[in-house]
């Protein structure tokens, strides 16, 4: 089956600073890879997603970029915000069910 | 809008007592998946339905767990006999069948002591 691994477990940055997580898989098949936030107390929110037929993808302060040949895949989150400060995970899935592998996560700390 | 519910939000139960959770999906989603959370890990898929069809369970899926989403609304999880290692979040998300995009319930939280 699908293994997805992340890193860093845990990540410290000054408020304005750029966090990058990183993200490898091993089933070549996968096609889709969403990155979630989930905040204390809360279930995991989609922050955004690339199909395996795109290189980079990019929201306002958010950017994936996957590297299909080399199975990895990462977030770059630019700005950094106190309120950026949660869990992020990274998962890849396979076109049909969906049903996403997740990585272990990446604690996010943005200090003001 | 209403996103994904679940309820309860928390449940604490004794060792070997059964326990229900429900989940309501985002209405005109066809599309159901339930995860279980452990401390420090990402969410583990359960099982997936696909209307009223429960299409595929993971093998973490015991003989003591059961889902069912009869008319393909709601889905209710229920676990028989728990055991301490049930303690964990359960998380429910819904998608639409067009799409791909999972959207997350708030989670159940279980303890069983």
């Known amino acids: 089956g699908e293994n997805v691994e992340q890193h860093p477990s845990t990540l410290s940055v000054q408020e304005g600073d750029s966090a990058v997580i990183k993200c490898t898989y091993s089933d070549s098949a996968s096609n889709y890879f969403p990155w979630y936030k989930q905040e204390l107390g809360k279930g995991p929110q989609l922050i955004i997603d690339?199909?395996?037929?795109?290189g980079e993808k990019k929201d306002q302060r958010i950017a994936v970029t996957l590297n299909k040949t080399a199975k990895h895949f990462s977030l770059h989150i630019t700005e950094t915000q106190p309120e950026d400060s949660a869990v992020y995970f990274c998962a890849a899935s396979l076109g049909g069910s969906y049903i996403p592998t997740f990585g272990r996560g990446t604690s996010l700390i943005v200090h003001p | 809008d209403t996103g994904v519910s679940q309820d309860p939000r928390h449940k604490i139960t004794k060792r070997g007592q059964n326990v229900t959770f429900r989940c309501d999906p985002i209405?005109?989603?066809?599309?159901l998946y339930w995860y279980r959370q452990t401390l420090g890990q990402g969410p583990e898929f359960l099982t997936y339905f696909q209307n009223e069809a429960q299409l595929e369970k993971s093998r973490l899926l015991s003989d003591r767990f059961s889902a069912e989403r009869p008319k393909g609304s709601f889905s209710t999880l229920e676990i028989q006999r728990t055991e301490q290692g049930d303690s964990a979040m359960y998380l429910c998300?819904?998608?639409?069948?067009?799409?791909?995009?999972?959207?997350f319930g708030p989670g159940t939280r279980l303890t069983v002591t």
């Open positions: 690339i199909r395996s037929n795109v």
């Open positions: 209405s005109e989603h066809n599309r």
């Open positions: 998300a819904s998608r639409p069948g067009a799409g791909y995009e999972q959207y």
